[in-house]
């Protein structure tokens, strides 16, 4: 099978979420990426509960999911329920194996691609955030203005907000 992709990868990745101190992603949402009801993959799940241990899959507390709907407005989380659950990487790479569509297989191919990927990522900048901290040590102040330029351009820039409404003059 080619490199192609059926989802973009910036989906797939602001569908990663970090909780508990964990990458994951939500039910609701691997559903939506593997075209099946939210319901039914949780069916899945439930049918085979011994392949998803609790560093696999979790289920999300009352507290977790009101920080959730705080944090992205209760719109988008309708009139669920039950309190979702959580999938580790490792439980999305279980998936794979109870759900069984060439969709699933494709999907699970580009999330998995995904987290390595940002692995990758977060793996490289912890190295350059260490041999910066390395140079730094071993040139002292004689270089501090260019340290702290190189350290606010390793800063990611925060994403402006467009505002909602209409502005009225006076």
């Known amino acids: 099978m080619g490199t192609s992709e059926i989802i973009p990868r910036e989906v797939v990745e602001s569908k990663i ?3 508990r101190g964990k990458k994951v992603m939500l039910d609701k949402d691997l559903a939506v990426l593997y075209s099946v009801e939210t319901k039914m993959l949780n069916r899945a799940v439930k049918r085979n509960e011994e392949r998803f ?3 696999f899959m979790f289920q999300l507390t009352k ?3 009101e920080n959730l709907r705080f944090h992205f407005g209760a719109s988008s989380w309708g009139g669920q329920r039950y309190l979702p659950y959580a999938f580790t990487e490792n439980g999305v790479a279980m998936l794979s194996t109870v759900l069984n569509s060439k969709r699933a297989i494709t999907v699970n191919i580009q999330i998995m691609r995904t987290f390595t990927k940002i692995r990758e990522m977060l793996a490289s900048n912890a ?4 041999k910066i901290e390395a140079l730094e040590k071993k040139y002292d102040a004689q270089f501090k203005v260019v340290f702290d330029a190189i350290r606010q351009l390793m800063t990611p820039p925060e994403k402006k907000r467009k505002l909602i409404g209409f502005n009225r003059e006076s």
């Open 127 to 130: 190295e350059l955030a260490r």
């Open 17 to 19: 979420l970090f909780i």
């Open 63 to 65: 507290e977790e999911v």
């Open 53 to 55: 241990p609790n560093d």
